[in-house]
């Protein structure tokens, strides 16, 4: 059984910037599909970002184009979000998720996830 655990979260003022990190254990990253979500208090869980097996593309939510940026490193067998510019409305409980299949076209539907990791606060605050 396969574990994500996600890190670098934190409290940062708007326009700041914070890296999340999700490192994988008992599964090798670079053959699924990975994506970060977050949740905000009140609200459904929304995606954020994804990026398609062996390194072969990413795609990214509207709201964050521009800001934030999926990559990973396979020898550290971990996916990383870079996140700049940050604004309030960024608040949320990010997790990552995994599956070794995953559409063009629902990416962004947090079912077809298998692996999830715990989750990592984010906090936009002056």
């Known amino acids: 059984q396969g574990q994500l655990v996600e890190s670098g979260g934190g409290l940062v003022q708007p326009g700041g910037s914070l890296r999340l990190s999700c490192a994988a254990s008992?599964?090798?990253?670079?053959?699924?599909?990975v994506a970060w979500f977050r949740q905000a208090p009140g609200k459904a869980r929304g995606a954020v970002a994804c990026?398609?097996?062996?390194?072969?593309?990413?795609v990214d939510a509207d709201s964050v184009k521009g800001r934030f940026t999926i990559s990973r490193d396979k020898t550290k067998n971990t996916v990383y979000l870079q996140m700049n510019a940050l604004k309030p409305e960024d608040t949320a409980i990010y997790y990552c998720a995994a599956d070794l299949y995953v559409g063009s076209t629902s990416w962004f539907l947090s079912s077809v996830y298998a692996n999830w990791g715990q989750g990592t606060q984010v906090a936009v605050s002056a």
């Open positions: 990026t398609w097996n062996n390194n072969s593309g990413t």
């Open positions: 008992g599964l090798t990253l670079d053959n699924y599909n």
